[in-house]
């Protein structure tokens, strides 16, 4: 696991804010319990509470609701840089799980360290805020795309926003991605059948736009997919640059 220094939620967070060096000094304090999980088996469980919140180091997780007959919604996954059951922390109970696609590495940050860290540095807590707050503008966009958008456009959108939150800790680009995901995890994330996830990825191969296969999202015609999905990243507000100096 990097130092809190070149870390991936440094990376991230600095989109927003010039950091100080004490503010490294305190995300390097918030790094120290450092665990690993095994794919397959929940972090936190929905109903879960007095658990601790997590940084993403390496590797994917999912999180999701289960409804009583069993099936699933993923609400999102977590890529390095993300923060993990935030929101559980300050609201006292998970709403949901959180399970991790491949093993992982992740910082174990405990409630009083967090609202230790918002009182004393409050520009990283604001910093913090913004990283939520982008995480419920995706959670929008997700909403807008199962409830509106083609099956085409919804696969689109989903990866050209996996590539946008990538790049901004340095493992996404223009020309593709590494990704874990299966055919069900898409499909139990855009309300698809399996059945139709393959055949929407089907149509994107044939139309010359993207493959995802054996791991690997590959783009061949980045701007025609951003048009097919009309995928506008100002909701991700990366690109700016800091608005904290």
């Known amino acids: 696991m990097a130092s809190a220094e070149h870390s991936p939620l ?4 600095s989109a927003f804010v010039a950091l100080s060096e004490v503010e490294l000094a ?8 450092r665990r690993s999980f095994v794919a397959g088996r929940d972090m936190v469980h929905q109903g879960q509470s007095a658990q601790a919140a997590y940084i993403l180091s390496s ?4 999180s999701y609701k289960l409804q009583a007959d069993g ?10 840089g993300d923060f993990l059951g935030l929101r559980s922390v300050l609201l006292r109970t998970s709403d949901h799980s959180f399970e991790p696609i491949v093993d992982i590495e992740a910082a174990e940050v405990l409630a009083s360290d967090l609202l230790g860290t918002f009182a004393r540095t409050p520009r990283l807590a604001t910093a913090i805020l913004w990283a939520a707050s982008r995480d419920e503008a995706m959670v929008v966009e997700h909403l807008v795309g199962i409830g509106r958008r083609d099956a085409d456009a919804r696969m689109a959108h989903f990866l050209l926003e996996l590539k946008s939150r990538l790049a901004l800790v340095g493992i996404g680009s223009k020309e593709g991605f590494d990704c874990p995901l299966t055919q069900y995890h898409l499909a139990d994330t855009l309300g698809l059948s399996a059945v139709h996830v393959n055949r929407v990825l089907r149509q994107l191969r044939e ?7 054996d791991g690997r999202v590959t783009f061949h015609d980045y701007g025609g997919l951003v048009e ?10 990366q690109t700016a640059g800091p608005l904290l100096k």
């Open 10 to 13: 440094t990376r991230k967070l």
């Open 26 to 33: 305190v995300l390097e304090r918030l790094h120290q319990r």
């Open 59 to 62: 590797g994917w997780v999912c």
């Open 71 to 80: 099936t699933r919604q993923i609400v999102d996954f977590q890529v390095p």
């Open 207 to 213: 139309s010359g736009l993207v493959t995802f296969r």
């Open 228 to 237: 097919l999905a009309e995928f506008d990243p100002a909701y991700l507000d």
